[in-house]
T-cell receptor
Framework: AQSVTQPDIHITVSEGASLELRCNYS??????LFWYVQSPGQGLQLLLK??????LVQGIKGFEAEFKRSQSSFNLRKPSVHWSDAAEYFC??????????FGKGTRLSVIA | EPEVTQTPSHQVTQMGQEVILRCVPI?????FYWYRQILGQKVEFLVS????????KSEIFDDQFSVERPDGSNFTLKIRSTKLEDSAMYFC????????????FGPGTRLTVL
């Protein structure tokens, strides 16, 4: 069965600093990987997804993620965080024909 | 930009009562989903729906749950006899194609069972 681990429950970064949110997955074959963001009172919005090909994926809002098969990881990065990036971030995995399996999420706080 | 909408935003009900959560998916989407998130826990898949039938459901989606697309726009989740442990945020999502296509999520309905 697939599973996703997001080791960090809450991260605080300063505005303008770089960000990396960790995601590890468990799945035997090549996974389909997703990062979603949830702002307060909003639904989940897709930031980016990886299916195959280039392991560095560019997403919306300046985010990128890198698939590392050897580490079973799909970490989300942003070079310079903005205050509006404060939200909950969810990593998810699918086999391609199975429903999304989500991690517990990482809450990002941004300080001035 | 088209979006998924859900009503109500918050529903409070007594244990044992029936509730219906409503969703309006994006109009040209063919695949519909319900997820839930119990406070402090992960988002969990409940059910997917395509071509007027359930295509997949999780262990959570037992006989107390049902889904329906009563007309061309609405997609509903019914909980027949609510339990305390059904208290959660329920998210509806839709996609044009299957599960690996981008799923667009609604803002959620917070269900509180007393």
């Amino acid at each position: 069965a697939q599973s996703v681990t997001q080791p960090d429950i809450h991260i605080t970064v300063s505005e303008g600093a770089s960000l990396e949110l960790r995601c590890n997955y468990s799945y035997g074959a090549t996974p389909y990987l997703f990062w979603y963001v949830q702002s307060p009172g909003q639904g989940l919005q897709l930031l980016l997804k990886y299916f195959s090909g280039d392991t560095l994926v560019q997403g919306i809002k300046g985010f990128e993620a890198e698939f590392k098969r050897s580490q079973s990881s799909f970490n989300l990065r942003k070079p310079s965080v903005h205050w509006s990036d404060a939200a909950e971030y969810f990593c998810a995995v699918s086999s391609g024909n199975t429903p999304l399996v989500f991690g517990k999420g990482t809450r990002l706080s941004v300080i001035a | 930009e088209p979006e998924v909408t859900q009503t109500p935003s918050h529903q409070v009900t007594q244990m044992g009562q029936e509730v219906i959560l409503r969703c309006v998916p994006i109009s040209n989407h063919l695949y519909f989903y319900w997820y839930r998130q119990i406070l402090g826990q992960k988002v969990e898949f409940l059910v997917s729906f395509y071509n007027n039938e359930i295509s997949e459901k999780s262990e959570i989606f037992d006989d107390q749950f049902s889904v329906e697309r009563p007309d061309g726009s609405n997609f509903t989740l019914k909980i027949r006899s609510t339990k305390l442990e059904d208290s959660a945020m329920y998210f509806c999502a839709s996609s044009e194609q299957g599960v690996t296509d981008t799923q667009y999520f609604g803002p959620g309905t917070r269900l509180t069972v007393l």
